[in-house]
């Protein structure tokens, strides 16, 4: 069974910084693209970055030069570093994952359950 596990969300105020954390479990896993989305009060869900297994990485121009994702493939984890952070900002922030099981090409996309980030002074 996959599963996705975030942390590291909470409360700053503006300009402070924030580290998400999002570790998938499961047994003989391969975690292709890897992304953080995040949906704000009353609005969609909207990408925010994400990154190859290789290491190229996207962002929404939002966030470009404030976040910057990363992974750690030995652990099956991606991270997000926000800095600057500011009130629009806020919303519930999902990581998501494309896996595959070792020895088979079908890959489904798995998703955490959320973490909420607010920025408010």
């Known amino acids: 069974q996959v599963q996705l596990e975030e942390s590291g969300g909470g409360l700053v105020q503006p300009g402070e910084s924030l580290r998400l954390s999002c570790v998938v479990s499961?047994?003989?896993?391969?975690?292709?693209?890897m992304a953080w989305c995040r949906q704000p009060p009353g609005k969609e869900r909207e990408l925010v970055a994400s990154i190859a297994r290789a290491g190229i990485s996207n962002y929404a121009d939002s966030v470009k030069g404030r976040f910057t994702i990363s992974r750690d493939n030995a652990k099956n984890a991606v991270y997000l570093q926000m800095n600057s952070l500011k009130p629009e900002d806020t919303a519930v922030y999902y990581c998501?994952?494309?896996?595959?099981?070792?020895?088979?090409?079908?890959?489904?996309?798995?998703w955490g359950q959320g973490t909420q980030v607010t920025v408010s002074s």
């Open positions: 998501n994952a494309d896996i595959n099981q070792v020895g088979f090409l079908s890959v489904t996309r798995y």
């Open positions: 499961g047994s003989s896993l391969n975690s292709n693209t």
